[in-house]
């Protein structure tokens, strides 16, 4: 008799077999119908996360992952929900577990911890660029794909900005123990972005040494190393090593290195290969990863639109508005709906991005990437626009900050491209129809 085969709501994906299970979550191989392409999907009961925390935590998961578009991160393709279940379909990851190959006492030669290293730091500065703290950076959320390239994963415990409290800084205690900054332990608020660089170092420490810097059966023993910074070197650690690592398991906050720092240090520097896919054809070196290189594809059709904030719009089967009740607080528009075909559409983005003395270049027929000439707090604004199809007649557009200051680019969204493209939108996200359709064609409704 022929096994009956799981396919999820939407029948987009087929659900495999079990391949890792969590408190909350079962973890299953997958593959997408159309494609035949391998995912990982990770099921949630709702039941069993009725608990606010519980909410707020896969809330914030979904939110950071959906910024998070990096070669080094686990990509979140898409979210479904049905009554009784959440689907995350996710980027299927073949490789296992960093903390495998360093398990048991295991340790790596230094060119290969500095090239897993290397991918760590740049996808953890991405995360910061977009405004996340992953507050979890450990062997075991790290993992490797079938080219041996590190992938960052589990957001579970992710920051967004939207969570620091008057004085800018977060105040949950979370992570795991021997990974987890000082400061974090002490409950008196901290810079998530510092506490991941705290993080790495323990990452890097154990991959040269194969076992952990601080370490103690006793918890308020381990927190006493924590609080006074107090490890040893192995002797087969070379000085340049231990410079670094000396540099960044700084107990003080203010004296650690940070990454752009790090990033200058010639042990990090040696036979770096950048991956820096977010930059224009022009400035980009070319990147080794596959992924990387399918950006570039161009199609006939836009892809199908599938953030979870419109799922509901399509399907009241997929309606996850019960379970995440966006806060109050005013965000950034950086998606709109149209009415206007997709070519018009990028015409009008590549038009107005050039009044504002952007360069641009079409990754392919439904994607735009835009650089500022001019150099900002951070460097030069680079956007992403990128054109899907949601629904007969309607598309959607979204804008991603791929580099540069944030509220560089909350000024781009809102007071640039707002007015340069009022003709064409329907709607903006998070805004009443009645503030966001002058201009649009036809009776347009709230799709936020």
Same mark, same amino acid.
């Given at each position: ?9 939407? =029948?987009? !994906?087929?659900? =495999? ?18 494609? @035949? ?58 490789? @296992? ?13 230094? +060119? ?7 991918? $760590? ?53 979370? @992570? ?20 991941? %660089? ?13 076992? $952990? ?9 381990? !927190? ?6 107090? !490890? ?35 042990? !990090? ?75 018009? %559409? ?60 944030? $509220? ?29 359709? @002058?201009?649009?064609?036809? +009776? ?5």
């Amino acid at each position: 008799m022929e096994e009956q085969r799981h396919i999820l709501p939407g =029948g987009k !994906y087929e659900k =495999g077999r079990l391949i890792g299970t969590g408190t909350f979550a079962k973890v299953y191989y997958g593959r997408e119908l159309s494609t @035949g392409d391998s995912v990982a999907i990770k099921v949630i009961n709702k039941d069993q996360i009725r608990d606010q925390a519980m909410v707020d935590q896969i809330q914030r998961e979904i939110s950071a992952t959906r910024l998070l578009r990096h070669p080094n991160i686990v990509e979140l393709r898409e979210v479904l929900a049905t009554k009784s279940k959440i689907y995350y379909v996710m980027e299927y990851v073949s490789g @296992g577990e960093l903390f495998a190959k360093v398990a048991g006492g295991g340790r790596l030669k230094e +060119d290969v911890a500095r090239k897993y290293f290397q991918q $760590l730091i740049s996808a953890v500065d991405f995360c910061h660029s977009r405004g996340v703290s992953h507050r979890d950076i450990k062997p075991e959320n790290l993992l490797l794909n079938g080219n041996d390239d590190l992938r960052i994963t589990d957001f579970g415990f992710s920051a967004l900005p939207e969570q620091k409290r008057y004085d800018g800084l977060l105040h949950t205690q979370c @992570g795991t123990p021997a990974y987890v900054a000082p400061e974090v332990l002490r409950r008196k608020g901290y810079d998530g972005a510092k506490a991941d %660089i705290w993080s790495c170092g323990v990452v890097l420490y154990v991959l040269l040494a194969g076992f $952990l810097p601080f370490q103690d059966e006793n918890l308020m023993n381990l !927190y006493r190393k924590i609080f006074k910074a107090e !490890y040893e070197f192995p002797p087969w650690f070379s000085a340049e090593t231990r410079k670094l690592i000396s540099k960044i398991l700084m107990a003080d906050p203010e004296r650690r290195i940070s990454i752009q720092g790090i990033m200058r240090v010639s042990w !990090y520097r040696r036979g770096l290969c950048r991956q820096n896919s977010f930059r224009l054809k022009n400035e980009r070196a070319s990147s080794p990863d596959p992924a990387a290189g399918s950006m570039k594809k161009s199609t006939s059709s836009p892809a199908f639109f599938n953030a979870f904030e419109l799922i509901s719009s399509m399907s009241s089967g997929f309606d996850l508005s019960t379970l995440f009740e966006i806060k109050e607080k005013k965000k950034v528009a950086s998606i709109f709906t149209s009415k206007f075909s997709a070519a018009a %559409i990028v015409e009008r983005i590549e038009a107005a991005a050039r009044g504002l003395r952007f360069r641009v270049e079409k990754e392919d027929d439904f994607k735009v990437r835009m650089e500022a000439t001019e150099e900002g707090r951070k460097g030069a604004l680079a956007v992403t626009a990128e054109v899907f199809e949601m629904a007969t007649e309607m598309t959607v557009v979204e804008f991603a900050k791929d580099s540069g200051d944030t $509220l560089e680019y909350e000024k781009f969204c809102e007071e640039d491209v707002r007015p340069a493209l009022k003709d064409i939108v329907w709607t903006w996200q998070g805004d009443d129809c009645a503030s966001s359709c @002058g201009g649009g064609d036809g +009776d347009a409704t709230d799709n936020s």
